[in-house]
């Protein structure tokens, strides 16, 4: 069976989308609207065990928004909370667990627009 790189990426937008009011992307395009999501990076490791093969990753979002204040920001946070532990399908490998892991917010230099981080810990298989 194949990595299952892809496959998350494409199940992870898609709950992504259904649990947010706001764009998710894994680039942004130019001239974008506020607020919106951004898939920013993964880092995985081998969490093999007996014989199943296990990786463990932790996705990196971003949030982008340029409402007065925090108040946005971590009412997106409040919605990408909701996946802890939900189901994601994915079309090669098997989602064992997703949680969020860590949060984080600030305003950014400009003094307009305001950031928050959340990474997530997936546990799949393949």
Known sequence: MSRPENALLKGLISKLESLCDCEIYDYVP?????????????????????NVRMERRFVYLSIWSRD???????????????INESVITLDSGYMVSVRVERTHTNREPDNLTFMGHITLRVLTTH
């Open 68 to 82: 007065y204040g925090v108040y946005q920001v971590k009412s997106i946070i409040d919605q990408i909370d909701a």
């Open 30 to 50: 130019q001239g974008a609207a506020y607020p919106y999501v951004v898939i920013d990076s993964d880092i995985s490791s081998n969490e093999d065990l007996l």
